[in-house]
C-alpha cells in the first residue's frame, strides 16, 4: 500500500459484532480488492465488550489496508461514524454498518456514480428486510416528521450508508457539533447529492444495538438540530392559555357585574384547570430544558471521544 491517499476509504463504525467480522471481512476484501488498486478500510471499536478488538487487531495485522480505532469506552454510533470520518484519507469517502445489512457489494456501484460529478451519492432503502413492523412503522413516521418540521431536505427513507468527496468531508468535518445527528448535518452541507435504491438486508447475526432508547434519542437530536418547532409549540401554549385566561377574566368581571346570582365557586373545576395548566407549563418548560441541555454540551468543549489504541500512523 502505498503511502498517498487512497481513492477510497471506507469507514465501519462497530460494536459487539464478533460473529459478523470474519463474514465482513471476506466480503470487503473480496469487492474492494477486485475493483480498486488501491483502498483503506477503518473499523472504529465503541468500547465493544466480546472480542470485537481481537478480531481487528488479527484483521489488521496480516491486511494492512485495514486500519483500526479503540475508543476507551461505548460513546455510541454517531461519535464512532464521526471518528472514522475524521481519520478516513481517501479521496472518496464512503461509511456503512458493520452488521452487513448494507452490502459491501453496492461499494464500486456507489464510487462510480459519485465519479459522475457529485460531491455525496446515499443509498435509499427501498425495502428493510428481517426488520419489526414496528421499527419500520416509527421510522416512516419519524423521517416524515422531521422532514415536515426542518428547513432542510433531509433525504427520507436513509441510514449513513453514502460516499462523499474529500470536499464534502472537509466541510463536515468542520462543523463542531457535539449533539450528532450526522444524517442531517450532512444534508444541511447541501452540495451536489443523488442516491441509488436498494433492498437492505437483515443482520448476519446477533441483534440491533440500537435500542428503543437509542432510537429516541437520535430523533430528539434529529428534531432539535433542525428543527425550532418544540419552541414554537411552547410558544403556541403560552399565548393561547393566555388568551384563555383573559377572556375567563373578563367573563368573571361580567358576571360580578350584571349575574351575581350565577357565580357558584367549583372546587372540581379549579381542580381540573389548574392541573391541565399546569401540565402544559411543565411540557414547555421540559422542551425549554431539552435545549438549554444542549447549549450546556455545546459550551463544555469535551473531546467528541477518547482514543484508547489505533494503528493509523
Avoid at 61 to 66: A, G, I, S
Avoid at 104 to 111: R, T
Avoid at 226 to 243: C, E, K, N, T, V
Avoid at 284 to 308: H, L, M, Q, S, T
Amino acid at each position: 500500500m502505498n503511502t498517498g491517499k487512497p481513492p477510497i476509504s471506507i469507514v465501519l463504525p462497530i460494536y459487539n459484532e464478533e460473529k459478523n467480522i470474519p463474514v465482513l471481512y471476506e466480503r470487503l476484501h473480496k469487492v474492494l480488492s477486485a475493483n480498486f488498486q488501491d483502498y483503506e478500510v477503518v473499523f472504529i471499536n465503541d468500547g465493544s465488550s466480546d472480542n470485537t478488538l481481537t478480531f481487528l487487531k488479527s484483521i489488521c495485522e496480516k491486511d494492512k489496508h485495514f486500519k483500526y480505532i479503540s475508543f476507551s469506552r461505548n460513546f455510541g454510533h454517531q461519535t464512532a461514524l464521526l471518528a472514522g470520518l475524521h481519520h478516513a484519507k481517501g479521496d472518496a469517502v464512503l461509511s456503512m454498518d458493520s452488521d452487513l445489512q448494507d452490502p459491501p457489494e453496492l461499494i464500486p456501484v456507489m464510487y462510480n456514480k459519485l465519479k459522475e460529478g457529485y460531491d455525496m451519492v446515499y443509498a435509499k432503502r427501498a425495502e428493510r428486510k428481517g426488520e419489526t413492523f414496528f421499527k419500520k412503522f416509527t421510522a416512516k413516521i419519524f423521517y416524515r416528521l422531521l422532514k415536515s418540521l426542518s428547513n432542510i431536505d433531509i433525504p427520507l427513507d436513509t441510514g449513513d450508508f453514502r460516499i462523499m468527496s474529500r470536499k464534502m468531508l472537509n466541510a463536515f468535518n468542520s462543523m463542531k457539533e457535539r449533539n450528532l445527528y450526522i444524517r442531517g448535518q450532512m444534508a444541511w452541507l447541501g452540495f451536489r447529492t443523488t442516491y441509488i435504491l436498494y433492498d437492505r438486508d437483515p443482520r448476519y447475526s446477533g441483534e440491533t444495538k440500537y435500542t428503543l432508547k437509542k432510537m429516541i434519542k437520535l430523533a430528539i437530536n434529529g428534531i432539535t438540530g433542525f428543527s425550532s418547532f418544540p419552541l414554537q409549540i411552547a410558544s403556541f401554549f403560552g399565548m393561547m392559555f393566555s388568551m384563555v385566561a383573559f377572556l375567563f377574566m373578563l367573563k368573571i368581571i361580567y358576571s360580578k357585574i350584571f349575574e351575581p346570582e350565577n357565580l357558584v365557586s367549583g372546587w372540581a373545576s379549579i381542580m381540573v384547570s389548574v392541573m391541565f395548566i399546569g401540565g402544559v407549563q411543565l411540557l414547555c418548560i421540559g422542551i425549554i430544558g431539552e435545549y438549554i441541555n444542549k447549549i450546556i454540551n455545546e459550551v463544555k468543549e469535551r473531546p467528541f471521544y477518547i482514543i484508547d489504541e489505533t494503528n493509523i500512523q
